[in-house]
């Protein structure tokens, strides 16, 4: 399963770092990544990156939003920057697993975790 943290309330231009860590039967985990949905729209991508640690950044966040990875701790880190009221969402953790060496990858969601930008 996958737990993410971090979340909460900023004022623009702050920012926050959320985590995720995957637990349960980890055989590997090739590409993790983030989503957002804000309310009344449909879940997109923020940032994705695999297991070499090759970033790919939806084009609103570039520059402000880092993602990086720890495949010690099997966990995946999203440090956001210059935070905006537009990047007020429920941020979801994703991650494509392999359970043994023999299975097949599976694809799993964090539980969400709340980012409000307002003054």
């Known amino acids: 399963q996958l737990q993410a943290s971090g979340g909460g309330l900023v004022q623009p231009g702050g920012s926050l770092r959320l985590s995720c860590a995957a637990s349960?039967?980890?055989?590997?985990?090739?590409?993790m990544g983030w989503y957002r949905q804000a309310p009344g729209k449909q879940r997109d991508l923020v940032a994705t990156?695999?297991?070499?640690?090759?970033?790919n950044y939806t084009d609103s966040v570039k520059g402000r939003f880092t993602i990086s990875r720890d495949n010690a701790k099997n966990t995946v880190y999203l440090q956001m920057n210059n935070l905006k009221p537009e990047d007020t969402a429920v941020y979801y953790c994703?991650?494509?697993?392999?359970?043994?060496?023999?299975?097949?990858?599976?694809?799993?969601w964090g539980q969400g975790t709340l980012v409000t930008v307002s003054s």
């Open positions: 349960g039967s980890i055989f590997s985990l090739t590409t």
């Open positions: 990156i695999s297991f070499g640690s090759r970033p």
């Open positions: 994703n991650a494509w697993v392999k359970a043994t060496p023999s299975s097949f990858l599976r694809n799993y």
